[in-house]
């Protein structure tokens, strides 16, 4: 599934796949914010590691886990 972060002061957002379901990454984000954790940490699906401060998350969109169509619809 595709996670998009918004983080304050950056022009752009950080965007990359995850093997997580989406339950994961939400339980994993909301248990950040409430404990005041400094960092939030994510693994896509390249084996890439994230490290995200807290403090500048504007935004959090997790993507569906529907995979991708391939070729002509009609």
Not at 34 to 62: C, H, L, M, Q
């Amino acid at each position: 599934m595709e996670i998009r972060i918004g983080i304050a002061n950056t022009p752009r957002e950080l965007s990359f796949e995850s093997a997580q379901s989406a339950d994961a990454v939400t339980t994993t984000i909301q248990r950040a914010l409430e404990s005041d954790e400094p960092f939030v940490t994510f693994t896509d699906v390249k084996g890439n590691t994230y490290i995200v401060p807290t403090a500048g998350i504007t935004f959090i969109e997790v993507g569906t886990e529907e995979s991708r169509r391939v070729g002509f619809v009609a």
